[in-house]
């Protein structure tokens, strides 16, 4: 009987000693290549040991943190978890929402569809009117604002939410365009426009597995963004031509975001996606500031700030980072002084439904405390 048990025992104990010394040979030696996990995290380090920090318990926070981060197999096993959890339970471990059909949503902008993230009376008046001063300050200077509305991919797939939820009538969204209209600002709504181009539209504007326009969208949204351009200053600047279109299911730049977060072990596959080849006539580069969210980064993935935009043109992302037109990193958001706005042909704003929450990301406010400079 003893002779019988000898080998089992010697199974597991090779087995418990292959967990716990596997872990450590791999974290001190990686001699395998592993994934790791996909999507938007702070990476963390091995935490510095000082008397302070001992004393006050951080560096052992901190190395507690780093330690389960950066487990061996860590990514893996986490894969493994989600991808029982989704084959199971049609669950995923992400903030994103699962919605019919595995298309996903971020569920904040399944909020400002339904209106449940209303700003406050009292906090959108004090917004417009920092707004209506920020423009007495633009008409001195002779700079007109063009404010752009993002589409809202929960708008333009409504039937593919995980329930029914009705557009609201009271949005921030129209509440702002009627408030910004009454003020003589001009407006471009690409969720309407998106919604309405749909139907006809042969191609997706807005990926099943990306957070923003497609790259076939923003190419769209680039030529209505000029013909406003062109509008507002009663001058004709750039044509963005169609040259060739390439169809193609392995998704380019950010039309398939969202998958990485999922951090599945079976990625799912794209449906096919547009990527159109553009060409551009250059009549007058216009010299513009935009203020954006991450929107904007599709228009780089196309070329179009760098072939149409002057070079003294500049994307403030969020209004915290500088960029120039070549999707560089030139310098922080610090101290709006009036050099910053004068001679811009145009000040674009491009926000998605969420970031009204903040309208204008702080711009406005800044520009109205120039009142009188």
Known sequence: MENQKSPLIKFYLFFFLLIVFLPIFQFTFKPFKVRGLEGAFILNVMPKLTISSWVNTNFQDSTSTYLTHNTPFRGELVRLRNQLDYSLFDKINTILTLGKENYLFDPSYIKSRSGDDLLLPEVLAQKIEKIRKAKTVLDKLNVPILFCFAPNKANYYP???????????????????????????????????????????????????????????????????????????????????????????????????????????????????????????????????????????????????????????????????????????????????????????????????????????????????????
């Open 159 to 373: 039937e593919f939410l995980p329930k029914e939820t009705p557009l609201a009538l009271i949005r921030n969204q129209t509440i702002i365009e009627k408030e910004l209209t009454n003020l003589g600002i001009s407006t471009l709504n690409f969720d309407a426009i998106f919604r309405k181009e749909k139907p006809s539209s042969s191609y997706s504007l807005i990926p099943k597995y990306g957070a923003h326009w497609s790259t076939f969208g923003a190419f769209l949204a680039s030529r209505k963004l000029f013909q406003s351009i062109d509008s507002i200053t009663n001058k004709k600047h750039i044509e963005i031509n169609l040259v060739a279109l390439e169809t193609k299911g392995k998704a380019k730049f950010s039309d398939c975001d969202y998958l990485a977060s999922l951090n599945l072990l079976k990625r799912w596959e794209s449906p096919s996606l547009a990527y159109p080849e553009v060409s551009f006539n250059v009549i007058n580069k216009p010299n513009l500031l935009i203020i954006s969210d991450s929107f904007f980064w599709n228009f780089y993935d196309l070329n179009i700030p760098q072939n149409t935009f002057s070079l003294e043109s500049e994307m403030w992302y969020y209004n915290k980072s500088k960029y120039n037109i070549n999707k560089e990193k030139i310098g922080e958001c610090e101290i709006l002084s009036i050099d910053d706005l004068k001679n811009r042909d145009v000040i674009i704003i491009l926000s998605a439904d969420p970031s009204l929450l903040d309208v204008g990301f702080g711009i406005f406010e800044q520009i109205s405390n120039l009142n009188g400079h």
